[in-house]
């Protein structure tokens, strides 16, 4: 609950929160097989040795005048960094995908009309070096290799855009 309390705190356009989300913790196994059956197959593969997972949804109007709020996968997506960021702070690991059936996860976890599937979370506590590299699945080549980011001078311009 600390990690959902983490995203509750995030900003939103005119406060409008519209983040939802359902979890599982793995030893709900109805709950947790549900979920991990909405993820595509790589994601199963790797994900399902998490402790749980989180679908997360984003209201797409604004409660107080029912408006479209263009901004309600930008906050949601905000509101998630407040959760992934919290489970580091707890020593633990969280994951975000999009590689999961998200009219599937909305039909069958009963989610009302107005609401899109954003992501899904795998949250857990990091495996050891020892059991990355004995892993057989395709996950262990991503996890060993070096991480790699675009330089600032890429994604950082000053005054206008600038081309590369």
Known sequence: MSLFEAARWAASSYNGQPWRFIYALRD????WQKLLSFLNEFNQGWAGSAGALIITFAKEKFDYNNKANYHHLYDTGSACGYLVLEAVNQGLVAHQMAGFD????????KVP???KAAS???VGY???LKQVESSESDFKTGELKDRDRLSLDQIVFKG?????
């Open 28 to 31: 709900d196994q109805k709950n």
């Open 102 to 109: 998200m009219e599937r996860a909305k039909s069958e976890l």
């Open 113 to 115: 009309e107005g609401y």
């Open 120 to 122: 899904a979370i795998a």
């Open 126 to 128: 990091p495996a050891g």
């Open 160 to 164: 206008q855009w600038q081309d590369q």
